[in-house]
């Protein structure tokens, strides 16, 4: 039987390793030894039932009826036009039309109760998968791209600069040790998120909603300490 949560840890781990590689690198399987150890991350357990119907669903471009539970524990029906499958930090989501909405939405296939396959569907001309993934901060992105400008103090900055946070990122090195990273996203969730986590050393320059944003969450945090 196929383990969903190691395969989708082993797909993440062979990315990074050719993604991180300049040049090419080939090696056996054979080498692979207990010598070389990998890390994952933590990750969700899967329904596999559920699992293969999203999966089947994808395959064979059928709609999908869904009982979702949101991120705030909200349960609620949707009919789906999934688009595409994907693994990311321990989880498997699926893009998809949401019909009502008649718009693109990411779902985490964990938190799917019920699933049900329906008719086929077209996929919408001109719609291109790994450009939207490409826009993406994490795994949720929006409706337009736009450019983000961040300021990394020096405590930092070794660690963010040698990672590619996206592929269109620039930075700029200051004489006190610190950096700015820009780059275009429309992964406004996940960008949020990303740079709570790194306060109280980074700060946003731009754009200012996204400034007034992490002001905002900040604040609204030392107001529940």
Request: hydrophobic share 40%.
């Given at each position: 039987?196929?383990?969903?949560?190691?395969?989708?840890?082993?797909?993440?781990?062979?990315?990074?390793?050719?993604?991180?590689?300049?040049?090419?690198?080939?090696?056996?399987?054979?080498?692979?030894?207990?010598?070389?150890?990998?890390?994952?991350?933590?990750?969700?357990?899967?329904?596999?039932?559920?699992?293969?119907?999203?999966?089947?669903?994808?395959?064979?471009?059928?709609?999908?009826?869904?009982?979702?539970?949101?991120?705030?524990?909200?349960?609620?029906?949707?009919?789906?036009?999934?688009?595409?499958?994907?693994?990311?930090?321990?989880?498997?989501?699926?893009?998809?039309?949401?019909v009502e909405k008649d718009r693109v939405v990411t779902f985490a296939v964990s938190r799917i109760g019920m699933a049900e396959?329906?008719?086929?569907?077209?996929?919408?001309?001109?719609?291109?998968?790994?450009?939207?993934?490409?826009?993406?901060?994490?795994?949720?992105?929006?409706?337009?791209?736009?450019?983000?400008?961040?300021?990394?103090?020096?405590?930092?900055?070794?660690?963010?600069?040698?990672?590619?946070?996206?592929?269109?990122?620039?930075?700029?090195?200051?004489?006190?040790?610190?950096?700015?990273?820009?780059?275009?996203?429309?992964?406004?969730?996940?960008?949020?998120?990303?740079?709570?986590?790194?306060?109280?050393?980074?700060?946003?320059?731009?754009?200012?909603?996204?400034?007034?944003?992490?002001?905002?969450?900040?604040?609204?945090?030392?107001?529940?300490?």
């Amino acid at each position: 039987e196929l383990d969903l949560a190691l395969a989708g840890d082993m797909e993440a781990v062979l990315r990074k390793i050719s993604e991180s590689l300049e040049g090419k690198v080939s090696f056996g399987l054979e080498r692979v030894t207990d010598k070389f150890t990998v890390i994952s991350d933590d990750y969700v357990v899967q329904n596999p039932d559920i699992w293969a119907k999203v999966a089947d669903a994808v395959d064979k471009t059928r709609r999908i009826s869904v009982r979702y539970q949101k991120f705030n524990g909200e349960t609620g029906d949707y009919l789906l036009e999934p688009y595409q499958l994907l693994s990311y930090h321990g989880n498997w989501y699926v893009l998809a039309r949401h019909v009502e909405k008649d718009r693109v939405v990411t779902f985490a296939v964990s938190r799917i109760g019920m699933a049900e396959l329906g008719d086929r569907f077209r996929m919408p001309a001109g719609f291109d998968v790994s450009r939207y993934i490409e826009n993406s901060f994490g795994i949720v992105s929006g409706d337009k791209p736009f450019k983000v400008r961040v300021l990394c103090s020096s405590k930092i900055a070794a660690y963010i600069k040698e990672r590619v946070w996206q592929e269109d990122q620039v930075i700029k090195e200051k004489k006190d040790g610190s950096i700015e990273l820009s780059f275009e996203t429309a992964g406004w969730k996940g960008l949020v998120r990303w740079i709570l986590s790194w306060q109280p050393d980074m700060q946003v320059l731009s754009p200012k909603r996204l400034r007034e944003r992490i002001d905002l969450k900040i604040r609204q945090g030392l107001a529940n300490q």
